[in-house]
């Protein structure tokens, strides 16, 4: 995957663009488990999107959990988990993490100007959720983009 443009729409009787971010590829690949598995995203679900060809994740995308098109996402995530239960606690488990922790930070920056903020789940994995802002801090949003527009 080379550079990927996400885009959030706001649902409604006409859907409505309203913001686009630019993502590295391997931050997309994150983004994407993420998305599907918003609550509890494990660490074997993300190890597999960073492994698994492109075409396999735009299949989990589209297709139905169940489907057998999406079975080697799967048979990845229990590799994956195979991994990391096989570690020793500590360093080995540390070092397969680490790749995707450096990932996650460009994923966690490029959510951030979605209106998304990714939590970690210590020793799970991550939760993607909407970022809660305090209502003054939303109103001086709203206020600078109403500044920001230009009037006919």
């Known amino acids: 995957m080379s550079q990927s443009i996400v885009s959030l729409f706001r649902a409604?009787?006409?859907?409505?663009i309203c913001c686009h971010q630019?993502?590295?590829?391997?931050?997309?690949?994150?983004?994407?488990?993420?998305?599907?598995?918003?609550?509890s995203?494990?660490?074997?679900?993300?190890?597999?999107?960073?492994?698994?060809?492109?075409?396999t994740l735009l299949t989990l995308i589209t297709e139905s959990q169940s489907s057998a098109l999406?079975?080697?996402?799967?048979?990845?995530?229990e590799r994956m988990n195979k991994l990391l239960e096989l570690a020793v606690p500590g360093s080995q488990?540390?070092?397969?993490?680490?790749?995707?922790?450096?990932?996650?930070?460009?994923?966690?920056?490029?959510?951030?100007?979605?209106?998304l903020t990714i939590v970690s789940l210590r020793r799970v994995g991550y939760r993607l959720q909407?970022?809660?802002?305090?209502?003054?801090?939303?109103?001086?949003?709203v206020q600078t983009r109403k500044r920001e527009i230009p009037t006919a």
């Open 12 to 16: 409604g009787q006409s859907a409505r």
């Open 22 to 39: 630019l993502l590295p590829p391997n931050a997309l690949r994150l983004l994407i488990p993420l998305v599907l598995f918003p609550e």
């Open 41 to 55: 995203c494990p660490y074997s679900f993300l190890l597999a999107a960073l492994r698994v060809p492109e075409q």
């Open 70 to 77: 999406v079975q080697p996402f799967f048979d990845e995530v």
């Open 93 to 115: 488990r540390e070092q397969h993490l680490r790749h995707l922790r450096r990932i996650m930070t460009d994923t966690m920056a490029a959510c951030r100007q979605l209106g």
């Open 130 to 141: 909407p970022t809660i802002l305090p209502k003054a801090a939303c109103q001086r949003r």
